[in-house]
C-alpha cells in the first residue's frame, strides 16, 4: 500500500508545470535556482487562493507542489533545464498565448527529459520519501504503519480507508516539512514560518 499511491500523480506533476505561464517575479533576485523560485511562487499562490479552496483542493495543491520538489531534487539537472527553457518563453512574448507556443516548440525535449528522468528514479523517489517520512514525521509513519497492517489482516473497507487516511497525513508531513526546509535553505520563508510548518 505504500508504494503505490504516488505513480499516478508523477507525470501529470510535470506537465502541470510545463503549462504554467513563465514567470519568476516574487522571489527574482533570492539567488535561488530557477525552479526552486517557481514552486516557491506555486505555494505562494496557494497560500493567497487557500481562503476560496475547499480543504480537499488545499490537500492536492500542497501535494502536487511538495511532490513535485522531491522530484525536481532527485532530478536537478534536468528541473534546472526545463526551468531556463520555460523562463525564456517571458521573453519571447508578451501574452500567455504566446509564451504557450514558445514552450511547445522549444521546451519539449527538456520536458521529457525531465519526466523520464523521473520515471526512471521512481523507486529511488519512494525510499527518498520513505525515509523522510520515518525521520521527519516519526509518529506519524508508526500510526500510518498499524492502521495499514490492520488493513491487510482484516480486509475490512473501514480499515483500509484508515489506512489512505493515515498514509496521505505521514506523506503530506514528510513533503511539505522538506519543502518548506528547501525553502528555508534558499532564504524564502522566515525561521516562523518553517517552525510553524513543522509543528503541523
Known amino acids: ?15 502541470l508545470n510545463k503549462s504554467k505561464q513563465a514567470q519568476s517575479k516574487a522571489s527574482s533576485g533570492s539567488g ?26 488545499q490537500d492536492e495543491a500542497l501535494f502536487n507542489i511538495s511532490n513535485s520538489v522531491i522530484m525536481c531534487q ?5 528541473a534546472r533545464d526545463f526551468a531556463q527553457c520555460r523562463s525564456k518563453a517571458a521573453e519571447a512574448g508578451a501574452s500567455i498565448e504566446e509564451q504557450q507556443k514558445y514552450i511547445e516548440k522549444n521546451c519539449t525535449q527538456s520536458a521529457q527529459a525531465m519526466v523520464s528522468c523521473t520515471l526512471e528514479r521512481a523507486e529511488e523517489f519512494e525510499q527518498v520519501l520513505e525515509g523522510l517520512c520515518k525521520q521527519q514525521c516519526p509518529p506519524q509513519f508508526t500510526a500510518m504503519e498499524t492502521a495499514c497492517q490492520k488493513a491487510q489482516r482484516t480486509q475490512k473497507d473501514e480499515d483500509v480507508q484508515e489506512c489512505k487516511r493515515a498514509y496521505f497525513v505521514t506523506v503530506m508531513c514528510g513533503l511539505s516539512r522538506n519543502m518548506m526546509a528547501l525553502f528555508s535553505r534558499h532564504g524564502l520563508v522566515s525561521n516562523d514560518e518553517l517552525r510553524a510548518a513543522t509543528k503541523q
Open 1 to 15: 500500500l505504500w508504494r503505490r499511491a504516488l505513480c499516478r500523480k508523477r507525470v501529470a506533476i510535470m506537465s
Open 32 to 57: 535561488a535556482p530557477l525552479w526552486v523560485q517557481e514552486l516557491f511562487e506555486d505555494f505562494r499562490e496557494l497560500q493567497q487562493h487557500a481562503p476560496q479552496m475547499s480543504p480537499q483542493q
Open 74 to 78: 532527485l532530478c536537478e539537472p534536468q
